[in-house]
């Protein structure tokens, strides 16, 4: 499967995934069945995965990663917002 694709599922755009896109700058954006959006960030020394965002919070939590791939594989598994993706190492809010 394309990258591009990974990142942007087709059938997971909306108007708001366009603007995380192109205004926010997330690197990749979709809207989960449940109605919430998750995405994909550059952090400076790592990547995140995102889940939560609205318009006005980048998100409700966040889990990061030191290699792309392993990140990229996790957010294609994201389904709702209350999903944790594996092999992450850090999240914010911590989890306890």
Known sequence: MALDTVLFPPDAQDDFT????NVH???????????????VQRLLFSMAICVGT???RAYTRRFCYDDAAVCVAEFEKIASIDSVPE????TRPPII
Not at 87 to 90: F, G, L, Q
């Open 87 to 90: 092999d992450m190492i850090a």
């Open 54 to 56: 609205t318009e006005g």
């Open 18 to 21: 366009v603007r995380m896109r």
């Open 25 to 39: 700058c997330f690197v990749g954006a979709k809207r989960l069945a449940d109605g919430s959006y998750a995405g």
